[in-house]
T-cell receptor
Framework: GAVVSQHPSWVICKSGTSVKIECRSL??????MFWYRQFPKQSLMLMATSNEGSKATYEQGVEKDKFLINHASLTLSTLTVTSAHPEDSSFYIC????????????FGPGTRLTVT | GEDVEQSLFLSVREGDSSVINCTYT??????LYWYKQEPGAGLQLLTYIFSNMDMKQDQRLTVLLNKKDKHLSLRIADTQTGDSAIYFC????????????FGTGTQLKVEL
């Protein structure tokens, strides 16, 4: 199956700083990538849908100025958490999709962000 | 809006069958999926079913779909300790732009 990587796998940063998370599809071209966050023992919440070459579509309640998404190529999407605060600490997971039905999404391994 | 519910926890003995249940509210789904998540990792697609099917079998996995009751289940035969993980059902809606709505997740614990 297709492989999606994320970098870094974990990051600890100080409150007020910005953190960039990369999501790469390694062996296929992903026209659409999705960003999720997951709190401990909870489900995945979709944050935004990222389409190559266009602006991301954010879900209701997600601050687009705080969570900057860039999908500059068919193999790379980035999520930047700006001015991070402790409440932004979470597990961030990306997925890449496309192709034929059932339009399977391939998930990255996730990035654990801890803001101190 | 859509709402996808699962029971939180299931414990089974090794070798027994596990049945994980999922209920959803939105009937305009195209595909329904089952994903597995091991600790600290991303999601792995286990299987999926198209909404006009009522059953799909894939090796040890059997998916049952009752559209009338909006109920989806995943049966794992001969459950092994390596099956211990969190299982999420997910719904893809017609015209939803391939977005998935995930269930609340069921933690499966397999005991010796």
């Amino acid at each position: 199956g297709a492989v999606v990587s994320q970098h870094p796998s974990w990051v600890i940063c100080k409150s007020g700083t910005s953190v960039k998370i990369e999501c790469r599809s390694l062996d296929f071209q992903a026209t659409t990538m999705f960003w999720y966050r997951q709190f401990p023992k909870q489900s995945l919440m979709l944050m935004a849908t990222s389409n190559e070459g266009s602006k991301a579509t954010y879900e209701q309640g997600v601050e687009k100025d705080k969570f900057l998404i860039n999908h500059a190529s068919l193999t790379l999407s980035t999520l930047t958490v700006t001015s991070a605060h402790p409440e932004d600490s979470s597990f961030y997971i990306c997925s890449a999709g496309g192709g034929s039905p059932p339009y399977e999404q391939y998930f990255g391994p996730g990035t654990r962000l801890t803001v101190t | 809006g859509e709402d996808v519910e699962q029971s939180l926890f299931l414990s089974v003995r090794e070798g027994d069958s596990s049945v994980i249940n999922c209920t959803y509210t939105d009937s305009s789904s195209t595909y329904l999926y089952w994903y597995k998540q091991e600790p600290g990792a991303g999601l792995q697609l286990l299987t999926y079913i198209f909404s006009n099917m009522d059953m799909k079998q894939d090796q040890r996995l059997t998916v049952l779909l009752n559209k009338k009751d909006k109920h989806l289940s995943l049966r794992i035969a001969d459950t092994q300790t390596g099956d211990s993980a969190i299982y999420f059902c997910a719904e893809e809606l017609t015209g939803g732009g391939n977005k998935l709505t995930f269930g609340t997740g069921t933690q499966l614990k397999v005991e010796l």
